[in-house]
């Protein structure tokens, strides 16, 4: 059963549909910030297998999460023989960064509202 964010005049809205409209996530964006958060650390490989999907929808999906700053990644260890072409990656995430990021983006918001909501009710007395 998937959380839910309460508003306060009582409507509910599922959490992974709050966060994907708070930064603009597909739908598999979210996937795989799921599955990262109840995982841990997983390659592209671990994900697609997962997932039932390709890598490139897994990279395209990583890559967004990763300009958002909803995740890490770091290069996976090197194998005993060495691959050529692209390094793999290991991706996760810091819950308590993402936390943190998710609470500061929304102070951010509300201050972003109020400063609107300053502005357009100035503008009516003006005019």
Avoid: C
């Avoid at 508003?7 to 598999?28: N, Q, T």
């Avoid at 964006?29 to 650390?41: F, Y």
């Avoid at 997962?50 to 999906?61: C, F, G, H, P, R």
């Avoid at 060495?82 to 990656?89: A, D, I, L, S, V």
Wanted: charged fraction near 35%; glycine fraction near 4%; hydrophobic fraction near 40%.
């Amino acid at each position: 059963m998937a959380e839910k964010v309460r508003f306060p005049d009582g409507r509910e809205v599922d959490i992974h549909d709050f966060v994907a409209f708070m930064y603009g996530l597909s739908k598999s964006d979210v996937e795989v910030l799921h599955i990262l958060l109840q995982n841990g650390k997983m390659t592209t490989d671990d994900l697609s297998q997962k997932l039932n999907v390709t890598k490139a929808s897994i990279s395209k999906a990583l890559n967004n999460l990763l300009d958002k700053g909803l995740i890490q990644r770091e290069k996976a260890p090197a194998e005993k023989e060495e691959r050529k072409g692209r390094p793999n990656y290991i991706y996760w995430v810091e819950k308590e960064r993402l936390y943190k990021k998710l609470e500061a983006d929304l102070e951010k918001l509300a201050g972003t509202v109020k400063d609107a909501l300053q502005k357009h009710t100035a503008l009516e007395i003006v005019i």
